[in-house]
C-alpha cells in the first residue's frame, strides 16, 4: 500500500506473508521514512534487519529492491540516507541470500514520463518496466529491455499532465462567449465622485458578495491516484 513507513509494514504485514509460505515474497520498505524531514535511520534499519529476517526463512526466494531515483533538489536533499537505506538492503541481502533489483542504477527510470503526476509513484510504463526488473533478476527469460531508455519525444509539461483526462472548456472565440467579469457593481455614483461606503452597497448584486465564495474561489478536494507503493507482496 501507498505511504507505508518501514513500522507498519513490519507490523501490519510481514507475519501474514511469512504465514503463507510463498515461493517468491517481494519486500518495499524503508524509502518513505527517508523521505520525512525527521527520520531515525536506526529505527529503519532495525525494522528493516526484522522484516527480512522473518521473512527469508519463509519463503523459496526473498527479493528486495534499490528503488529508482531522480534528479532535483528535493531527492537531493535526502539522497544520503537512500543511500545509506541501499546499503543496508545489500547487506541484508547477502546476509540472508535475498535477490535485490537494482532500480537505482538505472537512468531510464529518471525519465519523467516514467512518474505519474505526484512525481512520487510510477505510471503504467514504469511499473511494467519494474515488474521487468523483477522477472529477470529472478532468472526467467527477458521479454524487454527495462534499462533501454523511452523512445524520444517532447515531455509532456507538468500542466499538461495534471489536467489529462479531465474536461476542458474550449477557449472562448469572441467576446459574447466570455463569462461575465466578476467585477462588483457600484451603483448610483456619479462619474468623478470618490467612492462612499453607499456605494459598496452595489457588492450585494455581486454573486460573491451575497452568497459566499463563487466558484472559482477556495480550494477544491482532490483526489490521489491509485499505484502500487511499498509494502509486503
Given amino acids: 500500500m501507498r505511504g507505508k513507513l518501514i513500522g507498519q509494514i513490519v507490523d501490519e504485514q510481514v507475519a501474514a506473508a511469512a504465514a503463507m509460505q510463498a515461493d517468491v515474497v517481494t519486500l518495499v520498505g ?31 526466494q526473498l527479493v528486495l529492491m534499490r528503488s529508482p531515483g531522480r534528479s532535483g533538489p528535493v531527492f537531493d536533499r535526502f539522497r544520503p540516507r537512500m543511500e545509506a537505506l541501499f546499503a543496508l538492503i545489500e547487506e541484508l541481502a547477502d546476509r540472508h541470500g535475498a535477490s535485490v533489483v537494482d532500480l537505482y542504477s538505472a537512468p531510464s527510470l529518471g525519465d519523467p514520463r516514467m512518474w505519474d503526476a505526484d512525481r512520487l509513484h510510477l505510471t503504467a510504463e514504469g511499473h511494467r518496466r519494474v515488474a521487468e526488473a523483477v522477472w529477470q533478476t529472478l532468472g526467467l527469460p527477458p521479454e524487454l529491455d527495462w534499462r533501454a531508455p523511452a523512445p524520444a519525444s517532447p515531455p509532456p509539461r507538468w500542466a499538461d499532465r495534471r489536467i489529462r483526462g479531465h474536461p476542458l472548456r474550449p477557449p472562448p472565440s469572441g467576446p459574447l462567449d466570455r463569462p461575465p467579469a466578476h467585477r462588483p457593481v457600484l451603483r448610483g455614483r456619479p462619474l468623478g465622485r470618490p467612492v462612499r461606503r453607499g456605494d459598496l452597497l452595489g457588492l450585494l448584486d455581486h454573486p460573491r458578495g451575497r452568497h459566499g465564495p463563487g466558484p472559482g474561489d477556495g480550494v477544491a478536494p482532490g483526489r490521489r491516484r491509485g499505484g502500487q507503493g511499498p509494502g509486503v507482496r
Fill in 30 to 60: 524503508g524509502l518513505n521514512d527517508t523521505l520525512r524531514p525527521k527520520c531515525d535511520m536506526g529505527m529503519v534499519r532495525g525494522r528493516l534487519e526484522e522484516a527480512v529476517e522473518r521473512l527469508a526463512p519463509s519463503c523459496k
